[in-house]
Nanobody
Framework: QVQLVESGGGLVQAGGSLRLSCAASGTIFRINAMAWYRQAPGKQRESVALITSAGATNYATSVKGRVTISRDNAKNTVYLQMNSLKPEDTAVYYC??????????WGQGTQVTVSS
């Protein structure tokens, strides 16, 4: 069994910063890509950022330049540093991990609320 546990969400004023973390635990040989998604009320879940096992990254246009994804392979953990937050960044943020030979897993989500 594999679990992903997110932390770091909360309430922040516009222009502020938050750092999300997501730790994977369980029987894990290797994690391929890891990613962050978000879902705002009434909207579809959308990709925010992705990082491969080699460290290559990709960002949604809406967050590029304000967000940095990183990972610690020794800790099976992915991070999302978010700066210059805007009210439109308000959403539930989910982490995703592609576990080698196990498939894809989602975290339970963490709420990020940005007040104007």
């Amino acid at each position: 069994q594999v679990q992903l546990v997110e932390s770091g969400g909360g309430l922040v004023q516009a222009g502020g910063s938050l750092r999300l973390s997501c730790a994977a635990s369980g029987t894990i040989f290797r994690i391929n890509a890891m990613a962050w998604y978000r879902q705002a009320p009434g909207k579809q879940r959308e990709s925010v950022a992705l990082i491969t096992s080699a460290g290559a990254t990709n960002y949604a246009t809406s967050v590029k330049g304000r967000v940095t994804i990183s990972r610690d392979n020794a800790k099976n953990t992915v991070y999302l540093q978010m700066n210059s937050l805007k009210p439109e960044d308000t959403a539930v943020y989910y982490c995703y991990a592609d576990i080698s030979s196990r498939g894809g897993y989602w975290g339970q989500g963490t709420q990020v609320t940005v007040s104007s």
